[in-house]
């Protein structure tokens, strides 16, 4: 059975910290690597990621991947109140590259 | 608007009644995505259509649930006899994969369904 871990389940940081969220799979047949934002509302895209070692980054977000250790993380720099929300990573496997998602991380970022 | 759209966004029912939620994906994105995610999980995945072809479906869809794209456009997910476990947020995704590539899935604002 496909299994998705991200850790840290919950993390609480103050404003302009920098955080590292992680993500290790046991899946058949791997695509890919997509990481999402979940507020109060569907996920949103931000990552995907398909080879090792290939930073992605946008803005003060960035991730990367290692297929051979099945891992992905994702870092924000300088956190801001509107980062707060629910990470998602998710391997997208097999023919209908259907993703399966960890329980996600719960960053919240105060003041 | 022209991301995914789902109806209802909202829809509160009784044991044992049936109920039909839509999915209308982006219009040209032949692949269509349903997922159900409870709280404090992440979204689990149903089933999947390409074009109107149901081509796979996960074993946490009990004979109570069937799916449709009758024209490969909109889709429709009924559940019948719904039960108190039924209760979750009901997420359809699309995408529209080069051919020989993966591409993300954009979500639609899903449909919470309680089930009293």
């Known amino acids: 059975e496909d299994k998705v871990v991200q850790s840290p389940l919950s993390l609480v940081v103050h404003e302009g910290d920098t955080v590292t969220l992680n993500c290790s799979y046991e899946v058949t047949n791997f695509r890919s690597l997509l990481w999402y934002k979940q507020e109060k509302k569907a996920p949103t895209f931000l990552f995907m990621l398909?080879?090792?070692?290939i930073e992605k980054k946008s803005g003060r977000l960035s991730s990367i991947l290692d297929k051979k250790e099945l891992f992905s993380i994702l870092n924000i720099t300088a956190t801001q109140t509107g980062d707060s929300a629910i990470y998602l990573c998710?391997?997208?496997?097999?023919?209908?590259?259907?993703?399966?998602f960890g329980t996600g991380t719960r960053l919240q970022v105060t003041l | 608007d022209t991301g995914v759209s789902q109806d209802p966004r909202h829809k509160i029912t009784k044991r044992g009644q049936n109920v039909t939620f839509r999915c209308d994906p982006i219009s040209e994105h032949n692949r269509l995505y349903w997922y159900r995610q409870t709280l404090g999980q992440g979204p689990e995945f149903l089933t999947y259509f390409q074009n109107e072809a149901q081509l796979e479906k996960s074993r946490l869809l009990s004979d109570r649930f069937s799916a449709e794209r009758p024209k490969g456009s909109f889709s429709t997910l009924e559940i019948q006899r719904t039960e108190q476990g039924d209760s979750a947020m009901y997420l359809c995704?699309?995408?529209?994969?080069?051919?020989?590539?993966?591409?993300?899935?954009?979500f639609g604002p899903g449909t919470r369904l309680t089930v009293l």
């Open positions: 398909t080879s090792s070692g």
């Open positions: 995704a699309s995408s529209f994969p080069p051919s020989g590539t993966y591409n993300e899935q954009f």
């Open positions: 998710a391997p997208n496997t097999g023919t209908a590259s259907k993703l399966t």
